[in-house]
């Protein structure tokens, strides 16, 4: 499901950029969801590095945005018809995958019907659809 990013026409295309460019928010999800898919088996180990890093960034409520990206890696796991590409945690390129899921999370409490598509779209299957509550409260966390 999830794999390293192994070169070829790398995100080049005008959807990908650099880690540098996102809002610190961003980074740190970003951050967040690589560190997470590193973890085995998906979805069920805690990585003590993004509970610490999150709370420290968001109180209280880093809790419940691990809980909601661990959930959204389980759902892409087992929805996705097609592998997921996201970079190593310390990788300073947005892979074209991520920049999608970031674009969710702004979209999915404003725009819930582009954001079901974009999902969809990242997933390789409508299913997909059924996770967006889970980008809408990470945008909700997030923001405050």
Do not use: K, N
């Not at 590409?85 to 310390?90: C, I």
């Amino acid at each position: 499901m999830y794999s390293e990013f192994e070169g070829g026409e790398g995100p080049w295309t005008g959807r990908g950029g650099m880690v540098a460019d996102l809002s610190d928010t961003q980074q740190r999800i970003l951050w967040a969801v690589r560190r997470l898919a590193l973890m085995q088996p998906i979805g069920a180990a805690r990585c003590q590095a993004v509970h610490v890093a999150l709370q420290r960034d968001f109180g209280e409520v880093g809790m419940g945005i691990e809980h909601l990206l661990r959930c959204w890696l389980v759902g892409l796991s087992r929805q996705a018809a097609r592998r997921v590409v996201l970079g190593e945690p310390a990788c300073p390129i947005v892979l074209p995958d991520e920049v999608q899921l970031l674009r969710v999370i702004d979209m999915a409490e404003d725009q819930p019907a582009q954001a079901r598509d974009a999902l969809a779209a990242i997933a390789g299957t409508p299913c997909a659809a059924a996770l967006l509550p889970l980008f809408a409260g990470v945008a909700e966390m997030t923001r405050h």
